[in-house]
């Protein structure tokens, strides 16, 4: 049974108010809370392993993390936690992290969240114009797939980058090649 505050309306003030370890592993959407289902420990590394990367290449003005929540909406509130999030390096302790200070959201689509990484995520970022999405595909052969969508400003929607295998190349500001093969 799920507690009774996760069927409510959750408004950004009530979900301001929550402690960290409640808001962990839940996202806001439309002011409903999300559970997201558990991701591998190869998910998560893959994410760690990303980050990493675009944090170094990064250089003093940006940061990269996991399990960061970026304020797409106030009202109705939507709330999402991508796997990785490259924000400007002196909004740090502002809370929320707005979409003006995210350059690069990454989702690595695991199983159970294939349409909402392929599609809701990508249309939400792209709404709340962040400037560019990588979704991030665990092929059967154990070699990442990365799909790099760049924002069209005038549409509020993402047209497609170039796709990577095993190697990501991370778009300007950044400077990055990562070799993803031994995830």
Known sequence: MTPGWMHTPISAERYDSWSEERCAGI?????????????SKRHHRLARILANALDAAAGPDWNADT?????????????????????????????????EHVPLVVEVVSPGSE???????????????????????QAATGVPIVYTHVLDPATRA?????MFTGVIKAAAPFSVTVDLGAV
Do not use: M
Request: aromatic share 10%; charged share 30%; no cysteine.
């Open 67 to 99: 399990d960061f929540d970026v304020r797409l909406h106030d009202v109705p509130l939507t709330n999402r936690r991508p796997d990785v999030v490259v924000y400007r390096a002196d909004t740090i302790d502002l809370t929320p992290t707005r979409p």
């Open 27 to 39: 996202e806001i959407v439309a002011g409903r809370v999300v559970v997201r289902p558990s991701a």
């Open 158 to 162: 993402y047209r497609d980058g170039d």
């Open 115 to 137: 349409t909402t990484d392929r599609v809701v995520k990508a249309d939400q970022y792209a709404k709340a114009g962040i400037p560019f999405y990588w979704r991030v595909e």
